[in-house]
């Protein structure tokens, strides 16, 4: 998103890999945002297995889940052992994710985009996570429609997913919506993907010994050896690639595989014990892996099926190939184009191939399941359109820090990452150009010191080639490392309620106050602060007559501004339109002087104005329009003025004047005004003036006024223009 911006510290997998090195993490029971949630007992049972965390007594349900957090969940629950070279571009040995993503890919469970990424920090979506857990657990893909023709929607699954998202609604381990809807482009929160794991496995065995006589109804996961099962009535089992020793299974109902993805394991079944139901479809299979290579976990049908490339001019040059269903074709086996304007990805439909939007598949990365058509995407020469800031992997990040790192995101169009530079700035203003920084070239920079308490640029340009023009995007305010952490630092309420967050302020620190977006400090009235729990509420009151939409608030804890985080919230259900406002009257016509005329003229109406009292009064100081006084006042310098007339003539027009005061002054400057002549001039036009007092008043007070944030421009966020 280009208006408001956030950053994530606290990511779940990132507190997964701590639990794993022994650092202590909040366990379930502490987490202050799943209690009443309508996931909070799947997640309690799944951190008390060790296999999530939260972190900083948050777990954020609600928020989208990327692949990297999925990839680390599902290493979790499984323990692969075989790890696969890595020849994405974008991980990185040093991420924390590194070594789950590289075990799921060897796996076959998790793929890459088909060009050598693997968007680690993208979101995942539903059909992407039914996908992955269909492939890690080995169901069985038969139909590719089976389970999802019901589903409104069911036309919008990618080719790639059809027979995944079948296989995981037909065993109920996902469902669509009340509307009818699998909804398979939709992002999966962190509380879905946790549902749907419970969904799945229903028995997990980590510890040693015998199990029996219940009915599980979904999955078995055994993560040791020395287990016996014994009537137990489960859909299939999976032994880990980690287990050393045993697995003993009699008297048991398994309807589906038997998955064993040890080569240490000795996993045994009395044929005669274990009972299918649906022996003649779907017999029960023990299908010996090796630590969880991508050969293992299949259980499909031997049939051949068939993968057609269409490429050249007008797609005219078409390479057939077999492949044995749920294998992956060889690298060489795959035709290479010689177009020049191909972009390197094969597209599952003609449109998509023109346009190089869409869905593709690479069937070197991906097992074939069904026969494809696959097309060449041709690149025709375009403009850049869109890139995003993203922080973490965050790309509706609020504030941003020193330490953060910050990535080009979204880029548009996704084919042109190939093709284009990046550079980065640090600038002074949100809107200034900047100074480039020194071997930042690529799409991705951490901010350091150097970059406290500025606005960071991404210049992202096209090879001038297949993609030309430049874009960029400008970050917030980079934040000193040790500001005040917000969280969250983005929330949604429904009008007529109040607004939280919590503040986690360094030793010394405490909130000076709270600016909204003109700069204007909020009463004591519209917001609160606890000290001791760090709890900062803006008030319900504060929103009353505001309409749907975002509001941004500075937390003032320093007059310098890099420690003054932002706080974003988000009105729902408010009103359409916005508030009439009554402070300010209805602006009303002014009359300018015209040409002077000889002798006394007529008085002018005053608009909002009495009549000031008799007698001479304090003229008040005003700017660009003065009010004269009754009676003789020195004469005042004038600009630009048409040439005096014997007579008296009207005084030029005063527009919000300031309230009179009485006693003589003298006469301010007035710029583009009639030069008055020397007798009694009549009264000015005053409109919307304050209504004189007879007698000595106060200076006017000035009402309605919006201050600028005292303390720099850390309210400032930016967007791309």
């Known amino acids: 998103m280009k208006t408001l911006k956030r950053t994530l510290a606290m990511v779940l997998a990132l507190a997964m890999v701590l639990t794993a090195m022994g650092v202590t993490v909040v366990s379930a029971a502490s987490y202050s945002d799943t209690q009443g949630h309508w996931a909070e007992s799947y997640i309690n049972t799944w951190s008390d297995n060790g296999v999530i965390q939260g972190d900083g007594g948050y777990f954020r349900p609600d928020d989208a889940i990327t692949r990297a957090e999925v990839a680390q969940v599902t290493q979790n629950v499984i323990s692969y052992v075989n790890k696969a070279a890595n020849t994405f571009t974008d991980v990185s040995a040093s991420d924390w994710y590194a070594d789950a993503i590289l075990k799921l890919a060897a796996a076959g469970a998790l793929t890459g985009n088909g060009d050598g990424t693997m968007s680690p920090n993208n979101y995942m979506t539903r059909e992407e996570a039914m996908t992955m857990l269909a492939r890690a657990y080995g169901l069985t893909v038969e139909n590719s429609q089976a389970g999802i023709t019901q589903y409104a929607d069911y036309q919008n699954i990618s080719d790639y997913a059809t027979g995944y998202v079948g296989a995981m609604t037909a065993e109920s381990y996902v469902g669509g919506y009340e509307d009818g809807t699998i909804r398979p482009k939709d992002y999966i929160s962190r509380a879905e993907f946790v549902k749907i794991l419970d969904n799945m496995i229903k028995l997990y065995i980590t510890e040693p010994g015998s199990y029996g006589s219940q009915y599980v109804g979904g999955l078995v996961m055994i993560k040791t050896g020395g287990v016996t099962l014994s009537g137990i009535i489960a859909k299939g089992m999976v032994v880990s690639p980690q287990v050393n020793g045993d697995v003993t299974i ?40 090796n630590n969880g290579g991508s050969n293992s976990g299949g259980g499909t049908s031997a049939n051949t099926v068939t993968v057609k490339f269409y490429y050249g001019d007008n797609y005219g ?144 340009t096209g090879d001038g080639n297949k993609y030309n023009g430049t874009i960029y995007d400008v970050s917030s305010l980079v934040l000193a490392k040790d500001a005040p952490s917000v969280y969250p630092e983005r929330v949604t309420v429904s009008y007529g309620n109040d607004a939280s967050t919590t503040l986690t302020l360094s030793e010394g620190m405490n909130v000076i106050g709270v600016a909204d977006e003109s700069g204007k400090m909020l009463n004591a009235e519209q917001y609160t602060y606890n000290q001791e729990t760090g709890k900062l509420t803006i008030s319900k009151d504060y929103f009353a007559g505001l309409t749907d939409g975002l509001s941004a ?146 200076e006017p007070v000035a009402t309605a006024t919006a201050s600028p944030i005292p303390f720099g421009r850390s309210y400032l966020w930016s967007c791309n223009q």
């Open 553 to 698: 608030f500075t937390i003032i804890v320093s007059e310098d501004a890099v420690y003054n985080p932002m706080f974003m919230v988000s009105i729902t259900g408010g009103p359409t339109a916005g508030p009439v406002p009554t402070e300010e009257p209805e602006p009303t016509a002014t009359v300018n002087p015209s040409e002077p005329t000889e002798g006394p003229t007529e008085e002018p109406v005053a608009t909002a104005s009495p009549e000031p009292t008799e007698g001479p009064t304090e003229e008040p100081v005003v700017t660009a329009s003065p009010e004269p006084t009754v009676g003789p006042t020195e004469e005042p310098v004038v600009t630009e003025s048409p040439e005096p007339t014997e007579g008296p003539t009207e005084e030029p027009v005063v527009t919000e004047s300031p309230e009179p005061t009485e006693g003589p002054t003298e006469e301010p400057v007035v710029t583009a005004s009639p030069e008055p002549t020397e007798g009694p001039t009549e009264e000015p036009v005053v409109t919307s003036s304050p209504e004189p007092t007879e007698g000595p008043t106060d």
């Open 250 to 289: 009699m008297g048991s109902q398994v309807s589906g595989n038997i998955i064993n993805l040890s080569s240490t394991a000795n996993v045994t079944s009395n044929s005669g014990n274990v009972v299918s139901p649906n022996a003649s479809s779907n017999p029960n299979v023990i299908i010996n892996g």
């Open 317 to 460: 040059t078409v390479k057939t190939k077999s492949v044995t269903k749920g294998k992956k074709l060889s690298q060489s086996a795959i035709p290479t184009p010689k177009e020049s304007n191909w972009d390197g990805l094969w597209y599952t439909s003609k449109a998509a191939a023109e346009k190089c939007s869409g869905t593709t598949f690479d069937p070197s990365v991906s097992a074939v399941n069904k026969n494809y058509n696959l097309y060449a995407g041709h690149i025709s020469s375009s403009d850049l359109t869109d890139v995003e800031i993203a922080v973490g992997n965050k790309t509706d990040y609020v504030n941003v820090y020193v330490g953060d790192t910050l990535t080009a995101a979204n880029l548009a169009p996704a084919a042109a990452k190939n093709y284009v530079s990046y550079q980065w700035y640090r600038a002074s203003e949100s809107h200034g150009t900047g100074e480039k920084i020194s071997g930042a070239t690529k799409s991705s920079y951490t901010a350091t010191e150097a970059d406290k308490g500025k606005y960071l640029k991404v210049v992202v």
